[in-house]
């Protein structure tokens, strides 16, 4: 048992990593998944959200008490809220109506002032594409330029890549005596991918990376866009310059479905108990489709990103019964 710790924000990370036994009956591999739905926001971005505003409270970028302003699909401001909220900087999340309303009102409850901006006319509700996303971008820039407030760039901040390298990257190592074959991640901003290959091509260079990708969105992969629309919240946006990638290599792309993020999501919960959401499915879709190839017989990790608590409202789970 871990002792009493000064607040919530001490009991970030250090998630479980567990064996996928029933997902992975009759294949020849192992997969292991890391729980970090289980830290406080109930999602990865935890961590990054922790790494970030301690890092800018070190250099001096963030003065006591200033506004902290960010972009979000629910799960970095949620990390962010519970963080300002602790630490006692206010914060504004904004984020694109295309995410479910459920992250709107966590953040919000959190005490973070919650800023909805509209999708394109052509976009599709409950899918955030490229689009939406750098509309959502220019509306953080303009309120960070009128407060006068901090921008906690998780595309951009050093402390983001950091907290996955020191943390989550440092546990898996850890928590799999160094037995691990490869690691897969769906992405984002790069930051959980950035950190964790940093940290185990440092231990053992021999150990393969991935980067997950919607079907017919594989940007980072050079792929050309067919179809920037998918349900997969939190990543996928046809970005194919993410900084935090440019120093770390990519040993392969592994395409994901909305359709199959879905449907593992799914499974995830009836086989595993594991109540997740989208691109936590993608993570492990990626991850069986590997175990199916080139990793066969192989140890491969990824992540359990957020909650399915986050997506009530969506078509993962909204009148969602088992026999979808």
């Known amino acids: ?16 990593l567990i064996r996928l ?17 289980l830290n406080p926001g109930f999602s990865k971005k935890d961590r990054a959200a922790r790494g970030i505003i301690e890092e800018a409270e070190h250099s001096g970028a963030l003065r006591p008490g200033q506004l902290v302003v960010e972009l979000t699909s629910g799960n970095m401001g949620t990390g962010l809220a519970i963080v300002c909220a602790v630490k006692g900087y206010p914060f504004v999340a904004v984020m694109s109506k295309g995410n479910s ?8 409850s959190l005490g973070a002032e919650v800023v909805l901006v509209d999708q394109l006319p052509e976009s599709t509700p409950g899918q955030v594409s490229g689009g939406d996303l750098e509309l959502v971008e220019q509306r953080a820039r303009q309120i960070t330029a ?8 998780q595309f951009n901040h050093e402390g983001n890549w950091r907290s996955h390298y020191s943390g989550t990257g440092r546990e898996i190592w850890e928590q799999t005596d160094g037995r691990i074959d490869g690691f897969v991640d769906f992405v984002g901003s790069g930051g959980t991918y950035a950190g964790v290959t940093a940290l185990l091509k440092e231990r053992n260079p021999a150990i393969r990376c991935f980067i997950a990708e919607p079907e017919k969105a594989a940007a980072v992969a050079g792929k050309p866009i067919e179809d920037s629309n998918h349900p997969i919240q939190g ?5 194919p310059h993410l900084s935090f990638l440019k120093a770390v290599p990519v040993d392969g792309f592994v395409e994901v479905s909305g359709t199959e993020a879905r449907a593992t999501a799914r499974r995830l919960a009836r086989e595993e108990g594991i109540f997740s959401g989208f691109s936590s499915g993608a993570n492990v879709a990626a991850a069986l489709q590997l175990l199916r190839g080139e990793l ?8 359990i990103n957020d909650s399915g608590l986050k997506y009530l409202s969506t078509d993962l789970w909204a009148g969602h019964s088992h026999d979808c």
Do not use: H, W
């Not at 036994?21 to 739905?37: C, F, H, Q, S, V």
């Not at 066969?296 to 992540?303: D, E």
């Open 1 to 16: 048992m871990q002792k009493v710790m000064s607040s919530v924000i001490d009991v970030i990370g250090g998630t479980p």
């Open 235 to 239: 990543g996928g946006y046809a970005m």
């Open 101 to 108: 309303p459920e992250r709107a009102r966590m953040m919000s």
């Open 296 to 303: 066969r017989g192989k140890t491969v990790v990824t992540l």
């Open 21 to 37: 036994d029933r997902l992975t009956a009759g294949l020849n591999g192992t997969l292991l998944a890391k729980l970090d739905y």
């Open 146 to 153: 009128e407060r006068g407030g901090f921008r906690a760039d």
